[in-house]
């Protein structure tokens, strides 16, 4: 069952399915593609902690929503 990442629980890893809107770009340039194991480290009050392989992002809530994920 796809959910989206902002629905994500911590600290649990997922795939990405697909990504939407208008941060498209951005994301698949940061690695947010179709296939990649995603780990959320962190939720908070409209943030999401993310990490893609070494790195780690802090996704609004408004962006993580158009990342589609199930979990591993």
Same mark, same amino acid.
């Given at each position: 069952m796809?959910?989206?990442?902002?629905?994500?629980?911590?600290?649990?890893?997922?795939?990405?399915e697909? /990504?939407?809107?208008?941060?498209?770009?951005?994301?698949?340039? &940061? $690695?947010?593609?179709?296939?990649?194991? @995603? #780990? =959320?480290? !962190?939720?908070?009050?409209?943030? /999401?902690?993310?990490?893609?392989?070494?790195?780690?992002?802090? &996704? $609004?809530?408004?962006?993580?929503?158009? @990342? #589609? =994920?199930? !979990?591993?």
């Amino acid at each position: 069952m796809a959910l989206s990442l902002a629905e994500a629980d911590a600290p649990h890893e997922y795939v990405v399915e697909s /990504v939407d809107g208008s941060a498209i770009r951005e994301l698949l340039a &940061l $690695g947010f593609v179709p296939g990649t194991r @995603v #780990r =959320v480290v !962190r939720r908070s009050r409209g943030h /999401v902690l993310v990490a893609v392989g070494d790195a780690r992002y802090s &996704l $609004g809530d408004e962006v993580a929503r158009s @990342v #589609r =994920v199930r !979990r591993c």
